[in-house]
């Protein structure tokens, strides 16, 4: 299982960035695929989680309003859609596959990263 992260970069404070994670196949034990990110000196945090056999979504306080979660079956991709980026975005964001409810998005229960993709705002 490989989950392959894609579509960070640098963009003005408002400005937007869709992330893409392609899985080789999703984990079968998994329920919840997450994006996590982690910012310098501070602890990887849960950013995003979507089920995948409901669709259903948990966001971060955050970043509610701004990011959007989505998956599409036909090509194993979970995509991050982010907007109204601000500077206390600024972060690696991986992609992650979880063995649990989404809830919380705990790290412990995250089975598969990915390698991770930076996504910079100034």
């Known amino acids: 299982v490989q989950l392959v992260e894609s579509g960070g970069g640098s963009v003005q404070p408002g400005g937007s960035l869709r992330l893409s994670c392609v899985a080789s196949?999703?984990?079968?034990?998994?329920?919840?695929m997450g994006w996590f990110r982690q910012a310098p000196g501070k602890e990887r945090e849960g950013v995003a989680g979507?089920?995948?056999?409901?669709?259903?979504?948990q966001y971060a306080d955050s970043v509610k309003g701004r990011f959007t979660i989505s998956h599409a079956d036909t090509n194993n991709t979970v995509y991050l859609q982010m907007d109204n980026l601000k500077p206390e975005d600024i972060a690696m964001y991986y992609c992650?596959?979880?063995?649990?409810?989404?809830?919380?998005?705990?790290?412990?229960?995250?089975?598969?990263w990915g390698q991770g993709t930076q996504v910079t705002v100034s």
């Open positions: 992650a596959a979880l063995g649990s409810p989404c809830e919380g998005l705990p790290i412990m229960a995250v089975a598969k």
């Open positions: 196949v999703f984990p079968h034990s998994t329920k919840c």
């Open positions: 979507i089920y995948i056999s409901s669709g259903s979504t």
